[in-house]
């Protein structure tokens, strides 16, 4: 039986999640992440880590930090518009 399976068991037996945490031998947030999980019927969420360029607290790799490198990219990219740009070269004497 593994871990997960354990937790699952003892919830539906009623168990607090301290008491899980405690008899699994897991902590406390991993027991919780295990039962959201099997309520949403999806993989258990991996640990949130904290952005080595933001700060910010969220599920690597770090989507605000990587909206911003396209910014940038997509900035540095554009090609300057000529508008207002005479089309006949200036010749300096
Ligand atoms: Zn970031």
Redesign the pocket.
């Known amino acids: 039986m593994t871990k997960k399976e354990v937790i699952l068991q003892l919830r539906k037996q009623g168990t607090s999640i301290r008491n899980i945490a405690w008899k699994a031998g897991v902590a406390k947030s991993y027991v919780t992440r295990v039962i959201k999980a099997e309520k949403e019927n999806s993989q258990i969420q991996p640990r949130k880590k904290r952005?080595?360029?933001?700060?910010?607290l969220?599920l690597m790799p770090?989507?605000?930090?990587?909206a911003?490198k396209e910014k940038k990219l997509t900035i540095k990219q554009r090609i300057p518009l000529n508008i207002g740009v005479s089309d006949t070269p200036i010749f300096i004497a």
């Open positions: 952005c080595p360029e933001c700060g910010r969220i770090c989507a605000a930090c990587l911003e």
